[in-house]
């Protein structure tokens, strides 16, 4: 009896340790709306630490943005 529990047990571990579910690595999503004059340099520099370019590279593959053309009102997914 108790080597069924045990193997019981062991099997609810497995599946749980191979079950999907969320890990929360990228966090949550934020939606941007964009201001009169703002710019990706602007929001990359004040939203994200280190070099502005690759937070920008990272915007604009986000939003499908050919360049960094943006304009009020815009929403623009942060990554």
Do not use: C
């Not at 004059?37 to 939003?63: K, S, V």
């Amino acid at each position: 009896m108790f080597a069924r529990i045990l193997v019981l047990i062991a099997l609810s571990g497995l599946v749980w340790s191979v079950a999907p579910r969320p890990s929360g690595a990228h966090g949550a999503r934020i939606v941007y709306r964009v201001k009169p004059h703002d710019t990706l340099w602007g929001i990359a520099a004040a939203r994200y630490g280190g070099d502005a370019r690759d937070a920008i590279w990272r915007i604009e593959r986000a939003n499908d943005l050919r360049d960094s053309s943006i304009k009020p009102g815009q929403r623009l997914v942060l990554p």
